[in-house]
Antibody, heavy 120, light 112 residues
Framework: QLQLQESGPGLVKPSETLSLTCTVS??????????WAWIRQPPGKGLEWIGG???????YYNPSLKSRVTISADMSKNQFSLKLSSVTAADTAVYFC????????????WGQGILVTVSS | EIVMTQSPLSLPVTPGEPASISCRSS???????????LDWYLQKPGEPPQLLMY???NRASGVPDRFSGSGSGTDFTLKISRVEAEDVGVYYC?????????FGQGTKLEIK
């Protein structure tokens, strides 16, 4: 059974870079022919798709975050990562990693989420 | 960006009664390949969202048949034929027809 697990610091200072990793088990990122995504949810609010990376290396980003976001993958470790630069309090959220099952939809597999707080 | 608008935002329902949630998109979700990329998710407190429906009306694995999805183009509906206590949570529609996936604001279903 495919499982995803987010990891990284739970506290980031303003203006610094948020870095998270999603470790995939029970399946492989490589040769999946799928997009692997990051999605976030500010406390008490709705869901925002941040972006996704294909196992072939192609990436798509939310234009509202594109200048600050990088999503990459390490196939040897079966992980993909999120970097979000120049963070502010508005970036405080639960960050989820997930796997798209069909183009950029069908999110059948999610990590449990990790709360990242931006504060000095 | 395709904007997804859900209604109602709050939905109190008596157990055993039906419920319906509307989702409208600012642009058609019909892709040139013939697929309409519209999903429904349920998020229970403290949990990640769980997939309920994909491609408008296909139930995800393990989803009870009291859930059904319908619609086309820009207008979609999720229906629950008989609400049960375990159905409480926030329901989101999501589109993925473009290279930016977007979610609706969410509809909070609660038991009366």
């Amino acid at each position: 059974q495919l499982q995803l697990q987010e990891s990284g610091p739970g506290l980031v200072k303003p203006s610094e870079t948020l870095s998270l990793t999603c470790t995939v088990s029970g399946g492989s990122i490589s040769n999946s022919n799928s997009y692997w995504a990051w999605i976030r949810q500010p406390p008490g609010k709705g869901l925002e798709w941040i972006g996704g990376i294909h196992d072939g290396g192609n990436t798509y980003y939310n234009p509202s975050l594109k200048s600050r976001v990088t999503i990459s993958a390490d196939m040897s470790k079966n992980q993909f990562s999120l970097k979000l630069s120049s963070v502010t309090a508005a970036d405080t959220a639960v960050y989820f990693c997930a796997k798209h099952g069909l183009w950029l939809t069908l999110l059948a597999h999610w990590g449990q989420g990790i709360l990242v707080t931006v504060s000095s | 960006e395709i904007v997804m608008t859900q209604s109602p935002l709050s939905l109190p329902v008596t157990p055993g009664e039906p419920a319906s949630i509307s989702c409208r998109s600012s642009h058609s979700l019909l892709h040139s390949n013939g697929y309409t990329y519209l999903d429904w998710y349920l998020q229970k407190p403290g949990e990640p969202p769980q997939l309920l429906m994909y491609l408008i009306s296909n139930r995800a694995s393990g989803v009870p048949d009291r859930f059904s999805g319908s619609g086309s183009g820009t207008d979609f509906t999720l229906k629950i034929s008989r609400v049960e206590a375990e159905d409480v949570g926030v329901y989101y529609c999501m589109q993925g027809v473009q290279t930016l996936s977007t979610f609706g604001q969410g509809t909070k279903l609660e038991i009366k």
